[in-house]
């Protein structure tokens, strides 16, 4: 089965810089890879998904990027502002099926 | 739209009791998702119902848990017996049934086993 794995664990950055966060995946029929926002006390949020048909994905200060052949995606943020604060997960999965793994999450600090 | 609701928010009772979590889907959504979050072992999904039938239990930990679906607007998970080792945090979701809709998640139950 597929299997994510998700670094760092923990980062933090000074408010206006850029954070990046990076997952690798072991099942090469993976196509769909979407990443949650979780804060505290809520539940995660999907903020950006990109499937495997494309490289890169931007919606404002948020980016994905996608390198199948190495079997690994990114969550690359700018601007960083301390409402980003929170957990992050990373996941995947085939045709966005039932069975989707996900990452340990990275907890983003960004202080002002 | 309302989004996916659970109830309760939060729940403490005692070892032994029984403890039910319940889950209203986003309307239109047939596909619903339970997942067991814990800081040692991350996102765990429990069980997913499509079309309100169940379709994979394996990650159901022990046989005293169960879930429902009785129709497609609500789910319940049940603990019965409830242990402290059962103590996470509970999300349910909901998607809908095609290859390229996300999963949107409710915002838990907080459960305390004591």
């Known amino acids: 089965g597929e299997n994510v794995e998700q670094h760092p664990s923990t980062l933090s950055v000074q408010e206006g810089d850029s954070a990046v966060i990076k997952c690798t995946y072991s099942?090469?029929?993976?196509?769909?890879f979407p990443w949650y926002k979780q804060e505290l006390g809520k539940g995660p949020q999907l903020i950006i998904d990109?499937?495997?048909?494309?490289g890169e994905k931007k919606d404002q200060r948020i980016a994905v990027t996608l390198n199948k052949t190495a079997k690994h995606f990114s969550l690359h943020i700018t601007e960083t502002q301390p409402e980003d604060s929170a957990v992050y997960f990373c996941a995947a999965s085939f045709n966005n099926n039932n069975d989707m793994r996900f990452g340990a999450g990275t907890r983003l600090t960004v202080k002002p | 739209d309302a989004g996916v609701i659970q109830s309760p928010r939060h729940e403490v009772t005692e070892m032994g009791q029984e403890v039910t979590l319940r889950c209203k889907p986003i309307?239109?959504?047939?596909?619903l998702f339970w997942y067991r979050q814990t800081m040692m072992r991350g996102l765990e999904l429990l069980i997913y119902f499509n079309n309100n039938v169940p379709i994979d239990d394996s990650g159901m930990p022990e046989d005293r848990f169960s879930a429902k679906m009785p129709n497609a607007s609500f789910s319940t998970l049940k603990i019965q017996p409830s242990e402290p080792r059962d103590s996470a945090v509970y999300f349910c979701a909901s998607r809908a049934w095609d290859g390229n809709q996300p999963q949107h998640f409710g915002d838990g139950t907080r459960l305390s086993i004591l």
């Open positions: 990109i499937r495997s048909n494309v």
């Open positions: 309307s239109g959504h047939n596909s």
């Open positions: 099942d090469s029929a993976s196509n769909y």
